[in-house]
């Protein structure tokens, strides 16, 4: 089982940017899909983007397409999200995620990080 733990968050201003990095364990990371999700208060957890083992497919959802980019280093066992032009709704905490193949639903995904907090003021 992978173990995922993620780093990156912290408190920025609208326009600006951040990386999120997710350091994974293991020696089988590159057979695993990565994604990213997030979480804010009182909202339910949702997709953000997610990427295939080889890191050359990926999947956005529609309110960060254009502004996120996911990668992935399966030398580093590690997979990022670069964040642009952040806005306050983007405020929430962010979660990594493995699983067997790409999915925009989190039950299609088995292991997940701790979470890092992600705060954008206006």
């Known amino acids: 089982q992978v173990q995922l733990v993620e780093s990156g968050g912290g408190l920025v201003q609208a326009g600006d940017s951040l990386r999120l990095s997710c350091a994974a364990s293991?020696?089988?990371?590159?057979?695993?899909?990565m994604g990213w999700f997030r979480q804010a208060p009182r909202n339910e957890r949702e997709f953000v983007a997610t990427i295939n083992g080889f890191g050359t497919i990926t999947q956005y959802a529609d309110y960060v397409k254009g502004r996120f980019t996911i990668f992935r280093d399966n030398a580093k066992n590690a997979v990022y999200l670069q964040m642009n032009s952040l806005q306050p709704e983007d405020t929430a905490v962010y979660y990594c995620a493995a699983g067997p193949s790409r999915s925009v639903s989190a039950l299609s995904y088995n292991a997940w990080g701790q979470g890092t907090q992600v705060t954008v003021s206006s």
């Open positions: 293991g020696r089988t990371f590159s057979s695993y899909a």
